[in-house]
């Protein structure tokens, strides 16, 4: 299979850098985008801690299997509301505001993407749900769109860098389920696509414990780690809770594993709360882990803390149902073998979420980290070396090209099937927002539409190739 980087989507940054201040004020200022830097700026934070925690109890009942919503409305729908404050703070009112725009157009005039990256020098910059903000001269989420994909950075002198894998992507999933969330549905999802494209290699570890999975990843090399998990709060490998303190207590978040007695009738009474720190020693002790997965609750403090360990990590902010994992994963990880960066498999994975659950704002609850310079995990069949410091070219000579010849062309059938697949959800979404905007649409969103159906009919002339 062949990959070449001009078929994936090519982000820029537009990197800004966040602090918290006195008396409820962000310092801020753009560190890198393609049109230059700004100044030092300020801005008060734009919404109140009790405001993002009603906000978000109204993505938990959106989800809800007995309500379904039709064409959002500001008039009733809490998250936009939120996300249109989110975003006139930072990327309208300041001064980043201008340089945003000018980068858009930048961006857009080279047909590719502008990665919006909030860098936080503290915690409290992370409490703001950014995956919402919302652009109400363009009537859209900025993080349901390929073209503008959100993700979060810590601030570190030394980042964790990012090695593609070329080769198979060989994936740790830790299954503790210590009760019923779907994991056998998850891991299913996951097989079967290892099945369809031959380019994930899985592992599957059920009934995780702290032991075994310490013992699994000290004994083998895995590129990523997925956890089918549960997230918890607590103080340290003792007691612990599924709800998050309202008292003020500054538990920090973990994941909750199997507990020694892997047979108990109640694996929840039983099950070992492992905080964030721990995990991250054991993350950053297995030097081939390049991304860790948190299909978990809670985990969006984890993910934060793993994201100092390993170069892309992406957890869930507050309680996520089971479907929505499972819809996640499978385009994820779909997006993923086709060879695009992580930050279009998630954007991918949030437009699988809207369009399957109209409504649903559980497509916001995802917080990527991306602490490497780009989020290219798996380039699939690119010459060079691969991690056994064998050349594909080369690999192919000793096995004679006649031979290698049949096995190609499935795979680059598939791949270019999951790109097409792709680019079809990124043409939907923006057909939806010219249907919503009708002639106020923007000229930039005419030229993405456009761009899209020639891609998407390039596709289709490539697979007809197949036959």
């Not at 696509?193 to 999975?213: H, K, M, N, Y």
Request: hydrophobic content about 45%; some cysteine.
């Amino acid at each position: 299979m062949q990959f070449s980087p001009s078929e994936s989507i090519r982000y820029h940054d537009f990197a800004l850098e966040l602090r918290s201040e006195s008396r409820g004020v962000i310092a801020g200022r753009v560190s890198a985008s393609p049109v230059g830097e700004s100044s030092d700026f300020a801005f008060r934070y734009p919404i109140s801690p009790q405001e993002i925690n009603e906000a978000m109890a109204s993505v938990t009942y959106a989800a809800s299997p007995y309500l379904k919503r039709s064409a959002p409305s500001a008039s009733y729908d809490p998250i936009i509301g939120l996300g249109e404050r989110l975003f006139q703070a930072l990327l309208r009112e300041s001064p980043a505001g201008r340089l945003f725009r000018l980068a858009q157009d930048a961006a857009q005039s080279r047909s590719d993407g502008l990665r919006i990256r909030i860098t936080a020098h503290d915690p409290e910059v992370l409490t703001l749900p950014w995956e919402f903000m919302f652009d109400d001269a363009q009537s859209m989420f900025m993080a349901l769109s390929l073209r503008t994909p959100i993700v979060r950075r810590m601030a570190d002198p030394n980042p964790p860098a990012l090695r593609p894998v070329t080769g198979p992507l060989r994936v740790l999933v830790a299954a503790a389920e210590v009760y019923d969330f779907g994991a056998a549905e998850e891991i299913e999802i996951l097989q079967q696509l290892q099945a369809e494209s031959g380019l994930l290699d899985i592992t599957v570890l059920e009934d995780a414990t702290l032991p075994r999975l310490a013992d699994t990843l000290r004994d083998n090399a895995f590129h990523v780690v997925h956890f089918i998990a549960t997230g918890a709060y607590g103080s340290g490998r003792g007691r612990w809770s599924k709800i998050k303190p309202e008292d003020g207590r500054n538990l920090g978040q973990g994941l909750l594993l199997v507990g020694a007695d892997a047979a108990a009738k109640d694996k929840m009474e039983s099950a070992e709360f492992v905080p964030a720190a721990h995990l991250h020693d054991l993350i950053a002790a297995s030097p081939e882990v390049r991304f860790v997965m948190l299909s978990a609750c809670e985990t969006d403090r984890v993910a934060a803390e793993l994201s100092r360990a390993t170069p892309l990590v992406l957890g869930m902010r507050g309680p996520i149902t089971d479907r929505t994992r499972h819809t996640i994963t499978s385009a994820l990880y779909g997006a993923l073998v086709a060879g695009q960066p992580l930050e279009a498999a998630v954007t991918a994975g949030r437009q699988a979420v809207d369009r399957s659950q109209p409504g649903s704002r559980e497509w916001g609850l995802p917080t990527l980290y991306v602490a490497s310079s780009d989020g290219i995990l798996f380039t699939p069949g690119a010459k060079g070396i691969t991690d056994a410091g064998v050349g594909v070219d080369s690999v192919a000579v000793d096995r004679g090209l006649a031979a290698a010849a049949p096995a190609i062309a499935p795979r680059e059938q598939l791949r270019l099937q999951a790109e097409l697949d792709i680019e079809q959800r990124n043409l939907e979404s923006l057909r939806a927002q010219q249907d919503l905007l009708g002639a106020k649409l923007p000229d930039f969103i005419k030229r993405q539409i456009d761009e899209a159906v020639d891609k998407v009919a390039e596709l289709h002339s490539k697979l007809a190739a197949f036959g």
